[in-house]
């Protein structure tokens, strides 16, 4: 372990991101040189300092923006006939 590595929180304060968020580009092989380190509290990531020279973080992790609970329920609702019935009730398939 180098005085220049740094650890998980150090490198999320840099970047402006969560801890969460560095290890999971930790996980994704997106910062190069990232290392673990059994300690008497547990396991620590390391990050040499290198690794963030020219590192541009993804755009957004996580999941991709879903439908709104609204357009959601629209899209599945059923067709409805002019009187107001469902086309199951009307006895069509």
Do not use: C
């Not at 673990?36 to 300092?49: D, H």
């Amino acid at each position: 372990m180098s005085k220049s590595d740094l650890t998980t929180s150090q490198v999320a304060e840099r970047m402006n991101v969560s801890v969460h968020a560095v290890r999971f580009w930790i996980k994704r092989g997106l910062l190069r040189g990232a290392y673990e380190v059994q300690e008497s509290r547990g396991s620590v990531w390391m990050i040499p300092e290198g690794a963030l020279k020219g590192f541009e973080p993804p755009k957004k992790t996580g999941r991709p923006p879903g439908k709104s609970a609204a357009a959601n329920k629209a899209a599945t609702a059923k067709p409805m006939s002019s009187n107001g019935t469902s086309a199951k009730k009307r006895g069509k398939k």
